[in-house]
Nanobody, 124 residues
Framework: QVQLAESAGGLVQAGGSLRLSCTAS????????MGWFRQAPGKEREFVAF????????YYPDSVKGRFTISRDNAKNTVYLEMNSLKPEDTAVYYC?????????????????WGQGTQVTVSS
């Protein structure tokens, strides 16, 4: 069964850091591009990070660029999101996702598999 299992999120003070992980099973992780998305209550799902299957291409929106870093370890079937200098507006449920087809890196519809989501709350 295909699964993307995310680590627990947490409660962090503004300016703090948190690292999320997402471990894949049931498909060939090393051939899939990976992304992170987030969704706050009442808002649309938002793209936050992309990494090519071979780690050679990374993309971030301006809202997180310079603060968040995506990485992956294909030997462990795991993708990470390092979040630094966190702000209250980063509060959301964070999802990892996998895609097999090349295309727009920020298009949620191209991602075939999704994690269950994990809550990240940033307090002021």
């Amino acid at each position: 069964q295909v699964q993307l299992a995310e680590s627990a999120g947490g409660l962090v003070q503004a300016g703090g850091s948190l690292r999320l992980s997402c471990t894949a099973s049931g498909f060939t992780f090393s051939t899939y591009d990976m992304g992170w998305f987030r969704q706050a209550p009442g808002k649309e799902r938002e793209f936050v990070a992309f990494i090519r299957f071979n780690s050679l291409t990374l993309y971030y929106p301006d809202s997180v660029k310079g603060r968040f870093t995506i990485s992956r370890d294909n030997a462990k079937n795991t993708v990470y999101l390092e979040m630094n200098s966190l702000k209250p507006e980063d509060t959301a449920v964070y999802y990892c996702a996998a895609r097999a087809t090349s295309g727009d890196w920020n298009a949620a519809g191209l991602y075939a598999y999704w994690g269950q989501g994990t809550q990240v709350t940033v307090s002021s």
